[in-house]
């Protein structure tokens, strides 16, 4: 019962990270597009830094450690990562949504484009709350500390993009920051189910790490890094995937 509630408050402080992103708005400054595109860079460096230091990693050794042989655990990385991604190609599939950036900016003459953005937004929090919830809900808050960490990082872009889009279209500042706040209330969903679902059955903590890693590796190659290459930006973006990798690797490896 702790680790599940531990797993939700830390998958809940992650997710509030988006209100945080988004307080610039309320601020006289105008961030440029390059600024911009380091900043979805550096999201979605953390994102595969913890990827593969908090989840991939330590799901080969929890299978090791239950018994599997080195094959084996590498066979249910390989399941497990590709369960994911296609849990995140159905949900894109059935659920509507938009990218961040497609060929083109959000226009404000486009609302339906905006929410459709904040959609995608909204289903992409979902396994980062997974990825915390299921290191938590090992007991093992030493390791889970730097990928809640990490998570909070990466969704500081994305608070500021959903606020800078709603703004765009005339919509308050505080209405703004309202949004922000609900997209980043998914994750304690995701990390709710993580945490509970390991702490109820340990064994399948390697599964559900693979799945969590695999989910957020879609959304790394489908939406992150993509959209901070958008309008030429391809090395602001390279920069800000390389800072978010050290950054969270540093964490993993300091406090894990």
């Not at 659920?95 to 950036?101: A, D, G, K, L, T």
């Not at 500021?160 to 889009?165: D, E, N, T």
């Not at 290459?229 to 950054?247: D, P, Q």
């Amino acid at each position: 019962m702790q680790s599940l509630v531990i797993g939700a408050v830390a998958s809940l402080g992650a997710g509030l990270a988006t209100v945080l992103g988004a307080l610039p708005i309320l601020l006289p400054i105008n961030l440029t597009q390059r600024v911009q595109g380091i900043m979805l860079g550096f999201g979605g460096g953390v994102m595969l830094a913890a990827t593969s230091f908090s989840l991939i990693v330590p799901g080969t050794e929890a299978a090791i450690s239950q018994g599997y042989s080195k094959a084996n655990a590498a066979l249910i990385m390989v399941a497990g990562i590709l369960l994911g991604g296609l849990f995140l190609q159905l949900a894109h599939r059935f659920m509507p949504h938009e990218h961040f950036f497609k060929e083109e900016e959000i226009r404000s003459n486009n609302l339906k484009r905006i929410w459709l953005f904040i959609g995608a937004i909204t289903i992409h929090n979902f396994p980062e709350g997974l990825a915390v919830g299921v290191n938590f809900g090992n007991n093992n808050i030493t390791d889970g500390i730097p990928v809640a960490l990490g998570i909070g990082l990466q969704n500081i872009p994305e608070g500021l993009v959903v606020a800078l889009s709603l703004v765009g279209e005339k919509y308050s500042a505080g209405y703004a920051l309202w949004i922000s706040l609900l997209t980043g209330l998914v994750e304690p969903i995701g990390g709710l189910i993580g945490a509970g679902v390991v702490s109820i059955a340990n064994f399948i903590l390697p599964w559900a790490m693979a799945f969590a890693a695999g989910a957020m590796l879609f959304v790394i190659s489908d939406e992150i890094i993509p959209e901070s290459h958008r309008k030429g930006l391809e090395k602001e973006g390279t920069i800000g995937v390389m800072f978010g990798f050290v950054v969270m690797m540093f964490l993993d490896i300091a406090l894990g």
